[in-house]
């Protein structure tokens, strides 16, 4: 027992609560940055939660410059450009406001400012990770949906068109100086980007808690995220005003990030392709692969599924563990089916002759290797077909 010896940390310091977002000037000022840079996306751009932020900045005499640009899935160029906004700009940090995309691409803002390559050069695969030699300009996280925990995490994924995929940039430097957790930023998310972002941060939480790695403090965090998102992810989707629901939505979406330091699984290197070809929401591609992998690593996972469903409420334990397993499959099921989540992937474009390829992106994708139960080509092929 305990014969080999790991270690695990974690820092970010989170204000949290309604209005919190009026936090800003302070939070900068805590940190030491008099010029940021505000990086979002068009969407949020025009809403009023936006205008509201900037005025609380130059209500404090702050004076910004905005970059509004940010794709749903986004792009290299986005980076370029915003980086040499700010370096022109002459700007000293960086405030990420919007979904996991604009938060992304505010990470990559500060490296690319310091960086006269290429992102690419700083791929975490290709051995990047070491020229990412911060501290860069600090960043602050401002999530306006409760999914990717983005604001605590510590890498940044952005899609090169030249190079054909996504580029992943990992370091311990990426991590904001401050998330803003503000429900009241995000009551204006629609039903559909409500769950399918909810049941991103839920697989977060699931995938972490299965994966193979000794963390049990990522432990710990998953299993109350899960047990949050089972609380409130239903109660946030029918009405997108219910704070309390919000709140904790928001919350267990950072701990689902949290978590998730320790690694994920097979659902999301299925999900990742999805996204790529078909354009699939992140969120929405884990919610239609989860039940299948779960099945799949039934055996493996059985004491952590057996769990899962005690966190529904079943309690059942004169039942053997495998039987709960089991039922924990039916219970997300139904959950992803009551949160209105058409299932299939045949329902959203996703054509049954592409499978064979997207089972070779996705095995070429790393998450499934810490998948408690390990898989082939084959079997994610497999998982594939019965997701489709
Ligand atoms: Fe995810």
Redesign the pocket.
């Known amino acids: 027992m305990f014969d080999e010896i790991t270690t695990f940390s974690f820092p970010t310091r989170i204000v949290f609560g309604s209005g919190a977002v009026r936090r800003l000037p302070a939070c900068l000022k805590e940190i030491g940055v008099k010029k940021p840079m505000v990086v979002t996306d068009p969407g949020l751009r025009a809403a009023p939660a936006f205008a509201a932020m900037i005025s609380t900045l130059e209500g404090a005499g702050i004076l910004s410059e905005v970059f509004d640009g940010v794709h749903g899935n986004p792009t290299e160029e986005d980076v370029t450009i915003s980086a040499a906004m700010y370096r022109q700009a002459g700007c000293a940090g960086v405030i990420g406001i919007g979904g996991g995309s604009a938060i992304d691409v505010a990470k990559a803002v500060v490296v690319m400012a310091r960086h006269d390559g290429r992102l690419a050069d700083l791929e975490a695969q290709a051995g990047g990770m070491d020229r990412m030699n911060g501290p860069y300009d600090p960043i602050i996280a401002i999530p306006t949906t409760a999914g ?1 925990g983005s604001e605590v995490g510590r890498s940044s994924v952005i899609t090169s068109h030249e190079l054909g995929r996504k580029i992943i940039i990992f370091s311990p430097w990426l991590m904001p100086k401050r998330a803003i957790l503000d429900p009241e930023l995000t009551v204006s998310l629609p039903p559909f980007l409500t769950a399918a972002t909810g049941m ?1 941060a839920f ?2 939480c699931l995938e972490s808690l299965t994966c193979p790695v000794y963390h049990p403090l990522c432990d710990a965090i998953a299993i109350h995220g899960l047990e949050l998102i089972i609380l409130y992810l239903g109660r946030a989707t029918r009405d997108g005003r219910d704070i309390e629901a919000r709140g904790n939505m928001l919350v267990a979406a950072s701990m689902g990030a949290i978590a998730f330091q320790k690694d994920l699984g097979a659902t ?1 290197s299925l999900a990742h392709p999805l996204s790529t070809e078909f354009g699939l929401h ?1 969120g929405l591609a ?1 919610a239609l692969c989860l039940p299948a992998v779960m099945r799949f690593n039934l055996d493996a996972a059985a004491p952590h599924y057996a769990r899962l469903a005690r966190l529904y409420g079943d309690d059942d334990s004169n039942e053997p563990e495998n039987r709960r397993a089991a039922e924990a499959v039916k219970m997300v099921e139904a959950m992803i089916e009551r949160l209105g989540i058409n299932r299939g992937l045949r329902n959203h474009g996703v054509p049954q002759e592409s499978l064979e390829a997207l089972a070779e992106s996705a095995f070429a994708d790393s998450c499934h290797k810490t998948n408690i139960r390990p898989c082939t080509q084959d079997d994610l092929l497999r998982l594939y077909r019965e997701s489709w």
Request: net charge negative; hydrophobic share 0%.
């Open positions: 990717t991103d697989t977060h999301h992140h884990n």
